[in-house]
T-cell receptor, first 111, second 111 residues
């Protein structure tokens, strides 16, 4: 089992460009999350999903969008990238227990 | 709102015992989780306290006291590989899936 995979590992964007961060899991977990982590800081929840077709905003959703068409995939879309979106993005999954399983992360630099 | 506080840095020597505290201001929540994150890596789950008291997992133990709004992670027989950042996290009853993470404590283990 691969667990939680994220692509790309690293990306440089120009201001105003858009991109999609991919997250795929093979654990059949219903709950999926997108976090961002700024240098030296904790994780902030961007969006989450409790199952296919159901998504909701977290603490810092502005500038992002998500979709969940299948159990496995939970892509995060950045529209009109801004320097403030420079961060490391982590996708995570969860069963009904409280344990979250994190992907390796995507490092995004917006210049 | 919800907030968690942790010391920013802790330093200890190999073989020692170290305690990382987490104090919180939140209403009812499901439990307190702890995650470890090495530099450049993803957070990995360490421990979870649903109830007050001590949970032990090998060299790691975690404690929760809801009456004192306080928890801690205890690391025993410290090893160099324990040098990492440690985050506490909660999911409040009235915030659905919105996990809130503390700012993290950076542990440095010296030889």
């Amino acid at each position: 089992n691969a667990g939680v995979t994220q692509t790309p590992k690293f990306r440089i964007l120009k201001i105003g460009q858009s991109m999609t961060l991919q997250c795929t899991q093979d654990m059949n977990h219903n709950y999926m999350y997108w976090y961002r982590q700024d240098p030296g800081m904790g994780l902030k929840l961007i969006y989450y999903s409790v199952g296919a077709g159901i998504t909701d905003k977290g603490e810092v959703p502005n500038g992002y969008n998500v979709s969940r068409s299948t159990t496995e995939d939970f892509p995060l879309r950045l529209e009109l990238a801004a320097p403030s979106q420079t961060s490391v993005y982590f996708c995570a999954t969860r069963t009904g227990q409280e344990t979250q399983y994190f992907g390796p992360g995507t490092r995004l630099l917006v210049l | 709102g919800q907030s968690l506080e942790q010391p920013s840095e802790v330093t200890a020597v190999e073989g020692a015992i170290v305690q990382i505290n987490c104090t919180y201001q939140t209403s009812g929540f499901y439990g307190l989780s702890w995650y470890q994150q090495h530099d450049g890596g993803a957070p990995t789950f360490l421990s979870y306290n649903a109830l007050d008291g001590l949970e032990e997992t090998g060299r790691f133990s975690s404690f929760l006291s809801r009456s004192d709004s306080y928890g801690y992670l205890l690391l025993q027989e410290l090893q160099m590989k324990d040098s990492a950042s440690y985050f506490c996290a909660v999911r409040a009853f009235n915030y659905g899936q919105n996990f809130v993470f503390g700012p993290g404590t950076r542990l440095s283990v010296l030889p």
